[in-house]
């Protein structure tokens, strides 16, 4: 921003009793027009007007600076301190930051974001899936999409600032993300381990850490149970648990950022859900409960946003420490090392399967926001429809045959 006299700007209204100034703080690089903004002010003495002129530059500094930079990485990282400012969870934003720092600046990052096309947009997303980071191999589609969605963004928001004329990465194909398929426990490996928890549910707990591994062991009951997230599970409050009604509310998840872990009022999905639970798990929170009574004060058992799995203190479980505990008992159970407290849930969605569930009514207990996504996930489990085809093929045939 140039340097502004203010002495020679500052006019003084005499008719409206104002101080007033339209100051000359550079060219806005879209519309190549001067960037002139009006302010007045009421003050007693030129003095006064002069420092309230002063704040107020200082104050639009930053915007004005907005239009000076033309690096597209110097206005994404601004993006990015938005998110940051608007609360916006810590794992996106250390998920944009990364993709900042690896994937776009080193290649596009010195561009002006008005100089870039499509075209430009799409060559980089096959660097990268060839290539990858500067030091390393090509990277996952999966990555390359959320690249993509920070990058969508992104754009928005220079549009919205007047940084950027238009938005490339409308007109940009998507790429397409991994195709993964869920890994769930066997039927032996699933008895097992029901059977670990449910011995470590008995077990008396005196220490704080005793404490914490029993709520951990009951978080891993309930994900296996009725399908959620870790991050769910440890912000859910006893209020969420609607056990007369036999439903469980979800509409929160435990976010940790730096040394700290908080609810957030949002879920992965984005939305709340009620998931109908079974008169078993409704008797098994009903138990933990009574338990939770040798360590939590009367008025932490009362209140209903007390959290059904909590440390020693009453407060929340971190999801990377449920998660820690959960894989120490996997590896003293013997199961595969490549299984997480996530495949808990990939277990339950994979029983309903099984049992002939809808896909769309698992999509929504799950909180998957496409159904599509649940189809990536878990179609090669669906039960037998190779052979459902087949046996559909047979039918039709036979029903030709008739006609003949």
């Not at 080193?106 to 060839?130: M, Q, S, T």
């Amino acid at each position: 921003m140039p340097a502004v006299d203010l002495r020679k700007e500052l006019k003084f209204d005499a008719k409206r009793g104002v101080w007033w100034m339209r100051p000359y703080l550079g060219t806005n690089a879209v519309t190549r027009k001067p960037i002139k903004p009006y302010h007045s002010w009421h003050a007693e003495s030129e003095e006064e007007a002069l420092a309230l002129a002063q704040a107020w530059l200082n104050t639009i500094a930053a915007a004005a600076d907005m239009h000076v930079s033309q690096r597209l990485d110097q206005l994404l990282s601004r993006y990015i301190d938005t998110l940051v400012a608007a609360r916006v969870s810590p794992n996106t934003v250390k998920t944009y930051r990364s993709a900042l720092r690896r994937y776009v600046a080193p290649y596009i990052g010195a561009k002006d974001p008005n100089a870039l096309r499509p075209f430009d947009i799409e060559g980089l997303y096959n660097v990268l899936l060839l290539h990858g980071a500067l030091h390393g191999g090509g990277i996952s589609p999966s990555t390359v999409l959320k690249t993509h969605w920070f990058l969508r963004g992104g754009w928005k928001w220079l549009c919205t600032q007047g940084a950027a004329a238009s938005n490339p990465i409308l007109s940009v194909k998507k790429p397409s993300p991994d195709i993964v398929e869920a890994v769930a426990y066997t039927e032996a490996e699933y008895a097992k381990l029901q059977k670990a928890i449910m011995e470590a549910l008995r077990q008396p707990a005196e220490t704080p850490e005793a404490i914490f591994r029993k709520n951990a062991m009951f978080a891993a009951h309930i994900s296996l149970n009725d399908g959620e997230r870790c991050g769910e599970v440890c912000a859910n409050w006893r209020a969420d648990a609607q056990l007369a009604r036999r439903n469980m509310h979800v509409s929160a998840n435990a976010i940790e950022d730096g040394g700290r872990c908080y609810r957030r009022e949002k879920t992965k999905g984005k939305k709340f859900r009620n998931l109908s639970i079974d008169e078993g798990l409704c008797a098994d929170i009903a138990a933990h409960y009574e338990w939770q009574r040798t360590y939590l004060t009367p008025a932490q058992q009362r209140n209903p946003h007390t959290f059904i799995c909590t440390t020693a203190d009453g407060g929340i479980m971190r999801p990377s420490d449920v998660s820690e505990a959960f894989a120490d008992m996997r590896d003293r159970l013997g199961l595969p090392r490549g299984t997480s407290f996530h495949t808990l849930r990939h277990t339950h969605a994979t029983w309903l399967l099984m049992d002939g569930v809808d896909m769309r009514a698992i999509q929504e207990r799950l909180g998957h926001y496409d159904v599509s996504l649940t189809l990536r996930t878990y179609s090669h489990i669906m039960p037998g429809r190779d052979q459902a085809a087949a046996a559909s093929t047979a039918r039709r045939r036979a029903v030709m045959e008739d006609y003949q």
